[in-house]
C-alpha cells in the first residue's frame, strides 16, 4: 500500500467517555498521529494522511477551534525535531486562506525543513474540504487561462492541492461513523473504505496492522 489515509474521528467522545476535557482527546488524537504515521511508514506505507481539521470544523467554539489552531501550530515548530530525527516529510494539505500568517509561515517552513525525508510523508489536511478542493483547482485554472477544450482529468488532478500525493488505496474512518465527509472527494474515488468502531485516540498499532492485512485481502477492479 503506497497512500493509507485516515479520517481522525472521536476524539471529544474518547474524552467524554472518560470524563475529560474534550480538548484532552484532541490533544491525545494529535499524539496518535504520531505512533500510528511512524508505525504504517515502517510498514512499507509511503503517504499517510491524516483529515485533522475540515472546512466546516470552523463553526465549533473559539475555545476548541484556537485550541486545535494551537496544536497545529506546535506540530509545526516545537515538535519539528520529531519529523526531523525520524527522517519523514511533512506537508500541509488545504486552504491557506483562514489560517492565521504565523501559521502559514509556519507551514512553509516545516515543509521546506523536511522535504529530504526519505522514511515517507505524513500528510496533515487542515482547513480541507474535498469540495473546497476541486472549486479552488478549477478557479486556478480560470486563472491560468486555460481553454474548455484543454481541460481533462489530469490538468484538474495537477491544480489540486493533492498534487503530488499519489491516490489513497484506501480511507479508513474511525469512531463507527460511516461517511468520507467530504474527504479526498477527488483522489478518493477509487480508494478502499474500512470503517472502525475506536475512537482515534484508541486506535492502535494492532488496529492498523488488521486495516493494512484486510486491504491485502481486496481485489481493486477499477471499473473492469
Not at 15 to 41: D, F, M, Q, W
Request: proline share 2%; hydrophobic share 40%; charged share 30%.
Amino acid at each position: 500500500m503506497k497512500h493509507l489515509a485516515i479520517i481522525l474521528d472521536g476524539n471529544r467522545r474518547w474524552a467524554k467517555e472518560r470524563k475529560l476535557p474534550s480538548l484532552e482527546g484532541h490533544r491525545k488524537g494529535y499524539e496518535n498521529v504520531k505512533t500510528i504515521g511512524l508505525a504504517a511508514l515502517d510498514r512499507g506505507v509511503e503517504h499517510f494522511s491524516v483529515f485533522a481539521f475540515s472546512t466546516e470544523n470552523w463553526k465549533r467554539s473559539q475555545e476548541e477551534v484556537g485550541y486545535l489552531m494551537e496544536l497545529l501550530f506546535l506540530a509545526l515548530t516545537k515538535e519539528l525535531d520529531f519529523f526531523l530525527e525520524h527522517d519523514v516529510r511533512l506537508k500541509v494539505v488545504g486552504r491557506r486562506e483562514g489560517l492565521s500568517d504565523k501559521i502559514q509561515c509556519a507551514i512553509d517552513e516545516a515543509e521546506t525543513k523536511t522535504a529530504l525525508g526519505t522514511r515517507g510523508q505524513i500528510n496533515l489536511c487542515i482547513n480541507y474540504g474535498g469540495r473546497a478542493e476541486i472549486v479552488d483547482g478549477i478557479k486556478k485554472l480560470i486563472a491560468q487561462g486555460k481553454t474548455v477544450e484543454e481541460i481533462d482529468e489530469e490538468l484538474v488532478s495537477g491544480a489540486l492541492w493533492t498534487n503530488g500525493i499519489p491516490e489513497p488505496d484506501m480511507i479508513v474512518r474511525t469512531s463507527g461513523e460511516q461517511r468520507l465527509s467530504g474527504f479526498l472527494t477527488w483522489s478518493g474515488v477509487y480508494s478502499e473504505l474500512m470503517f472502525v468502531d475506536q475512537h482515534w485516540p484508541a486506535f492502535s498499532v494492532e488496529d492498523l496492522e488488521e486495516c493494512l492485512e484486510d486491504f491485502e485481502g481486496r481485489q481493486r477492479r477499477y471499473g473492469k
